[in-house]
């Protein structure tokens, strides 16, 4: 049985005309779960009681657990588990302009990069749209404040659960929805060049990010298996074709491992790589964990490769760090809740 959090307003619609109804009763619907935030189809007191039994008999309207909290200055990470007893993560932040969330698109992760902490947990399945959005309305719940801002940037890769993604984008942006700007939504992914050529055709206005981590293939192929199928020169032709379709600027995604990635060369090669594409480059400084052997660069480092961008004329940004005291890196507090630490 389907979650009803799962179904866009235009499948509700055809829900309803199919069941010669009126499909404005999907708006309805609509109001209920994401303005007055009603979890129980008996609250929906302008639906008729026989079209409440018949939703009752062809949707469940489940929540998420909250199994763990983590804080620290304007950061909050929460652990959730499914219905099925898997366990997803989200983080939230607060920022000057408005609360941000991270969200996570599969249980486990089969792209495999070498650095990260949620790769370490093959795929198990992919999110269903109702489980990503309700990690914003349950996180919205707990702070008791909305969310303006979200991350397609947890466990998982999105373009690897491509339909159930853009699902849920159409839910959370939709006006009768979450109502979040399409603007106000980025989605992140490791570089699966298909499905960036298919998404800059959906008009939907989203802002795209690669993680790419790496100017080179040779580097690349070694901490992000993903590169032997699509490699950075692919990447950036497709790159370059969503920009010219789109119009949109592109984020650069690039987590600093000390003495794999943070070299002057490095930094030289990716302002060679990415010179005169509307694009910035989001430094990131490494979340370590005790599962994996990278470590951070320095912060003279991370200031030097900031530089030798800025030089080259790069657009560049080095990622402000949240939440020291958390499980930040993706993957951590589940990997910590499993292991009983």
């Not at 619609?13 to 129980?40: D, H, M, P």
């Not at 990260?116 to 198990?124: A, D, M, N, P, T």
């Not at 719940?141 to 947890?154: D, F, Y």
């Amino acid at each position: 049985m389907k979650n009803i959090y799962s179904m866009k307003k235009d499948d509700l619609e055809e829900y309803f005309i199919n069941n010669n109804e009126k499909k404005y009763k999907a708006i309805q619907i609509y109001e209920w779960l994401y303005r007055k935030k009603f979890c129980s189809f008996d609250d929906m007191t302008n639906i008729s009681k026989n079209l409440r039994e018949k939703l009752k008999e062809d949707f469940t309207i489940q929540k998420l657990k909250i199994l763990k909290i983590e804080e620290d200055s304007l950061v909050k990470k929460y652990l959730f588990e499914l219905q099925d007893g898997n366990m997803v993560e989200s983080v939230v932040m607060y920022h000057d302009y408005g609360i941000s969330i991270c969200i996570s698109s599969q249980i486990g992760c089969n792209m495999g990069c070498a650095f990260c902490e949620s790769g370490r947990l093959k795929k198990v399945r992919n999110l269903t749209p109702d489980e990503m959005v309700l990690q914003i309305m349950m996180v919205e719940e707990n702070i008791k404040q909305r969310i303006s801002h979200v991350v397609i940037m947890g466990i998982g890769e999105p373009f690897d659960n491509y339909d159930n993604f853009m699902d849920f984008i159409r839910i959370i942006n939709d006006p009768y929805g979450l109502a979040i700007g399409s603007r106000h939504i980025t989605v992140s992914t490791s570089g699966i060049v298909p499905k960036i050529y298919e998404f800059m055709n959906e008009n939907i206005g989203v802002n795209l990010a690669i993680s790419l981590h790496a100017p080179t293939d040779e580097i690349r192929n070694k901490i992000m298996k993903v590169n032997k199928v699509y490699s950075i020169g692919e990447i950036i032709k497709a790159v370059k074709e969503y920009i010219l379709k789109t119009n949109r600027r592109v984020t650069f995604e690039y987590i600093l491992l000390d003495n794999i990635n943070d070299s002057e060369k490095c930094a030289k090669d990716l302002a060679k790589l990415i010179k005169g594409i509307n694009a910035y480059v989001n430094l990131i400084p490494y979340n370590e964990t005790n599962n994996i052997g990278y470590k951070r660069s320095s912060k003279n480092k991370i200031m030097e490769f900031y530089n030798i961008l800025k030089q080259n004329n790069i657009n560049v940004t080095i990622r402000k760090e949240f939440g020291s005291r958390v499980s930040a890196a993706c993957g951590q507090l589940r990997s910590k809740f499993e292991g009983g630490k």
